[in-house]
Every structure is written in C-alpha cells, then in structure tokens.
C-alpha cells in the first residue's frame, strides 16, 4: 500500500531512525562525488499554494540528483485555480506522476489528495505541520549533538506549524522538548492532545521563555506570523515581547547551546541579528540538510 508523509504521526521511531541513517549517508556519499541515480525514470510532482525557496528547491535538487524529475506547478496554472475538485485532480496526476510534495495553507487538502491519490503526497508545508521541516532538523541535531536522546530542546515564539511537527516528533522520539509561546499563541490543545502530549512528562507547554531555555542544548524559534498570518504581525509585537532569542536570552541556555531556525528569518523580531549571523550557526546546515532528508523521504516513498 502507497504510503503519505502528512504529519510526523504518520511516523514511528523506526521510520524517522531509517530516514535519519539514511539521509547522513547520502550526504556522506554526496560529499565523495556519489550520485545515487535511485529514482531514475521518476516523477515528482510539486504543488506549492504558498511561497518556498528552501522547501522548493530542496526537493527538485533532491530529485535531480538521484536521476528523477521534478515538475513545479504553481496552482494558479493549474485547473484547480478553476475549481477542478482535489480528488479529480488527484486521480489525474496519479496517472502521471510517482509522488507528489504539496504546500498548501488548510492540511485538509494535502488530506483530501493523500486519500484520492494512488501516489505517495508529502505534505511540504501547511498552516497546521512542517513535518519534512523537523525531519532535516533533528537530523542537524543529530550532527550537532551527537544524537537526539537527552538533548534538551526548547522552541520559544509561536505555536505554529513548525511548532506542532516538533511536539509530533517529540511525541514519537521521547525528545525533552519545552515550548514556549506567549499566552494566547501557544500550540493548541487538539494538537497536543492528537499528539499525546497531554500525559508526556518530556514535553512540557510554558509560557517562560527564560525558564524554558535554561540548560537547553538547541533553542529553536520561527517567525511570529508565518505565511498567510501576515497581517496580524503588528497586533502581536506586543504579545511575543521577552521571546525574541538574543544573547540574553541565550545566557540562560548551555554554553554549547545550538539555535535553529527553520527560515526564513525576520532578524530584530523572533531573532537577533548578531545570533543570527554568528559563526559557526546551524541555521545554514539545517538549509543543506533538507536536500538530503529529501531524498531519504523521496526514495522511501517512491520504492517503498
Ligand atoms: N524552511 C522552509 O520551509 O523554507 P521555505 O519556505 O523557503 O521552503
Ligand atoms: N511558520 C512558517 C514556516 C516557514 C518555513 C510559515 O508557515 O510561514
């Protein structure tokens, strides 16, 4: 049975450990000037309502480099700017295609094609989870660290898209994750609850960005309005005050302390500059890192 990537639930430990062996040793083969050709003769379809640059290209360099083709369809040329229903549009592209990545805003369309389609979808973003996003990353932790056990891990800003895969990944990898969102932006209970998080002593909700971060091995943050939310920015400056990830805050976490970011940034709001330019960042690796979690979730897909 064709298997979707929609949410890190869709996930167990075994899955993201393959992914995380395999996609270390892809990169490792790509560095020696090894071009695994995996998916020649295949098709990957992509299907983005939002914009991405690093998503995006991440995947059709990913398909390029193990011999497949990718073909970007932005919806507004596409029959579904003029109402064709997803499922007929699934129905169709599964007698193209061999695998579809989606970004989109509602996840119940990535969920309305995953059930029409014949083909794995990925779900490359929606408002609700950024699931490929949290694959590369601990995969970056993972470089970083050593490995993800007893790694502390604290996200501090919105309780967003990236924020929800986090608490998906967490859930299933028994990570020691803290999250911290101002009253009102915190992850919400459905989410939590979906996740089992609720009944979890390694995954605790606070509203103390300064708590959460203390003796953090990674703190990771994202913007205070992602894509679609835009408007709402200059209403929630006030609110997301003490949660920016400067120097200060990050006195409080290890000395070693990595700071992640999935860009891209808003430098002065969620993060400082100085932190974001600072040598030695991860934020640049875990850009590079997509290409190859990429390629592991596309082999693991396509070939099953
Ligand atoms: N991190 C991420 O998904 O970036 P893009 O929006 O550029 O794809
Ligand atoms: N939370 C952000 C992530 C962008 C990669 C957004 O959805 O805009």
Redesign the pocket.
């Known amino acids: 049975m064709k298997k979707d990537l929609l949410s890190l639930l869709d996930l167990e430990k075994n899955d993201f450990d393959h992914l995380f062996t395999r996609a270390l040793q892809l990169k490792k083969r790509y560095a020696r000037g090894i071009f695994d050709k995996i998916l020649t003769g295949k098709t990957l379809g992509l299907i983005f309502d939002k914009?991405?640059?690093?998503?995006?290209i991440a995947f059709e360099t990913a398909m390029i480099q193990l011999g497949g083709h990718p073909i970007y369809m932005s919806t507004q040329d596409t029959q579904i700017s003029r109402n064709e229903p997803a499922k007929d549009t699934a129905r169709v592209l599964s007698r193209y295609i061999d695998c579809l990545a989606m970004r989109t805003f509602d996840h119940s369309l990535v969920k309305e094609f995953a059930r029409a389609s014949a083909i794995p979808v990925i779900n490359a973003?929606t408002d609700s989870f950024?699931p490929c996003?949290i694959l590369s990353d601990i995969m970056t932790v993972i470089e970083h660290k050593d490995g993800y056990k007893d790694v502390k891990i604290a996200w501090v800003g919105d309780g967003n898209n990236v924020a929800n895969s986090w608490v998906n990944a967490a859930s299933v990898l028994g990570l020691n994750l803290v999250v911290a969102c101002p009253e009102g932006h915190m992850v919400k209970p459905d989410i939590i609850r979906a996740a089992g998080a609720d009944t979890m002593d390694h995954i605790i909700f606070t509203s103390d960005p300064v708590g959460a971060v203390k003796d953090a091995d990674v703190v990771y943050t994202d913007v205070w309005a992602s894509m679609g939310d835009e408007e709402e920015l200059a209403g929630r400056l006030a609110a997301f005050e003490g949660f920016q990830v400067n120097k200060d805050l990050l006195s409080h976490a290890r000395p070693d302390v990595l700071v992640m970011h999935?860009?891209?940034a808003h430098r002065g709001e969620e993060i400082a500059e100085d932190v974001l330019e600072a040598a030695g960042a991860a934020f640049w690796d875990q850009a590079e890192n997509?290409r190859h979690m990429h390629k592991a979730i596309l082999e693991t897909l396509i070939l099953g």
Do not use: A, I, M
């Open positions: 914009k991405s640059t690093r998503t995006r973003l950024h996003q999935c860009l891209p997509k």
